[in-house]
């Protein structure tokens, strides 16, 4: 198994270019199913869980093809069967959006029931709601969601809860919907926002992406079309937290500074310097890191896709700091690991109390999910002597060429295999 070798200690400093939004880029990867022409898609980042998403529409007769490692052309005109059962798919939270994609275009979809990162219950009632509400009947059965409709007419849906994937799924279906479909409660993340853009760009009709109601009058066909993937939010955050934890120098380019205004405006509490320009962020950590509280809400409030990673931060900085939780109620997992760094947190229910300490000491540490996965990796890069961070396939999901966009910082890290490896970095990096 691959494993992060890593000796902390040496400040992350230069500059690092931030990829395509993988939370963008899998709904409109689903979504490009919805035509019968040729969609172009650039920016699109070479992670694991994109790749499983574009081999599950492989095994439906999608026509998919890399023409280079950031861009892709889809053409759907073969589909050839609309149950989406591959192995891999479970494992992903995406593969959801493929119900809405198939659902708005065939009418039809079974898809296997989704996976994704262990970080909560992550119920999809409000998937099911809006199906429903546009005229489709939906039941589970052997591990399946099975969506039928004769035919999809536009609703008045009000979400219960503020869902990301539940807006998505149910836009896609309605841009496809015969009349006027309004969503309300509807998430404003810039990946709704990115994958509205981009149905509009095939000829959809979609207003209100990026606030709480949605409006769609559906249409009848879809075209082909080129487009671009927004930046990644939660990279690019999680590389301005790496240069806070590490005190470091990082400039994130490619980004939107927009998206990134809860986590700047968190880094300045810290006590970090960050400079905004039109599309990069500086962050400079010059200062001790001083204590903060912090909520996770939907956007435009602080991501619980950060979490951990200000969390990490907030354990080396004078004082104590309270972290809520409260999008996922399972999502402190990874503090134990960081205890075992030195960190000193109580957890209780959906609060993590921080009481901050003078530095981290390197361990031997487990990656329970994506997000804190990387933080932990920037955990090691900040301690003392060395860190193996094992079950890194967990932030390959996510992140491309986490550890050689690291090492272009100056950060002493490898990937390792074993024990022989990891001897072989200790000898190298001294
Ligand atoms: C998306 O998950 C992201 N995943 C997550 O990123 C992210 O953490 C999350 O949004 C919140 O921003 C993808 O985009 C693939 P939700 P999603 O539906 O859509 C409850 C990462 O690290 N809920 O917005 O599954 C749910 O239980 C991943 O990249 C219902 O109750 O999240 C949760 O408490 C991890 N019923 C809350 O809503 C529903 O039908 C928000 O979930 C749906 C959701």
Do not use: W
């Amino acid at each position: 198994m691959e494993q992060y070798a890593m000796k902390g200690g040496s400040p992350l400093v230069g500059e690092v270019e931030i990829g395509g939004a993988k939370n963008a880029a899998l709904p409109i990867l689903a979504a490009s199913v919805m035509t019968d022409e040729t969609v172009y898609i650039e920016n699109i980042p070479d992670v694991r869980d994109i790749n499983v998403l574009l081999k599950a529409m492989g095994g439906i007769g999608v026509l998919e093809k890399r023409t280079s490692r950031h861009c892709v052309t889809i053409n759907a005109s073969q589909v050839h069967t609309l149950v989406v059962e591959d192995d891999n798919i479970k494992k992903i939270r995406a593969s959801y959006y493929l119900i809405g994609a198939l659902l708005g275009k065939y009418k039809e979809a079974t898809v296997a029931l989704p996976g994704g990162c262990n970080i909560g219950s992550r119920a999809i009632d409000q998937h099911l709601k809006g199906f429903r509400a546009l005229g489709a009947q939906v039941h589970i059965e052997y591990g399946l969601i099975v969506a039928k409709a004769e035919k999809l007419v536009g609703a008045h849906i009000y979400m219960d809860v503020v869902s990301v994937g539940a807006t998505i799924n149910v836009m896609m279906a309605a841009a496809m919907a015969e009349g006027q479909t309004i969503i309300e409660n509807a998430a404003k993340e810039p990946h709704v926002v990115d994958l509205a853009n981009f149905l509009n760009s095939m000829g959809a009709n979609i207003k209100g992406a990026g606030t709480d109601v949605i409006r769609i009058k559906g249409v009848t066909r879809l075209h082909g079309t080129e487009y671009a993937i927004i930046p990644d939010q939660i990279e690019a955050g999680t590389f301005m937290f790496a240069a806070a934890v590490t005190k470091g120098d990082v400039t994130v380019k490619n980004v939107i500074p927009k998206h990134l205004e809860s986590i700047s405006a968190k880094l300045l509490e810290i006590g970090c310097e960050v400079e905004e320009s039109d599309d990069a962020v500086r962050v400079v950590a010059s200062k001790p890191l001083l204590h903060t509280h912090v909520k996770t809400l939907p956007y435009p409030g602080f991501p619980t896709d950060m979490q951990p990673q200000i969390t990490v931060a907030l354990a080396l900085g004078k004082g104590t700091s309270i972290v809520t939780e409260s999008i996922f109620e399972n999502r402190f997992k990874y503090v134990d690991e960081l205890t075992r760094m030195g960190a000193d947190i109580k957890v209780e229910g959906n609060t993590a109390i921080i009481n901050g300490v003078d530095k981290y000491t390197g361990a031997t540490i487990l990656a329970p999910d994506l997000r804190a996965g990387a933080a932990l990796v920037i955990a090691g890069l900040a301690a003392h002597g060395y860190t193996v961070v094992d079950e890194i396939q967990y932030i390959e999901r996510g992140y491309e060429d986490f550890h050689i966009k690291l090492q272009s910082l100056g950060a002493q890290i490898e990937k390792v295999q074993t024990d022989r490896d990891f001897q072989k970095f200790k000898l190298k990096v001294g």
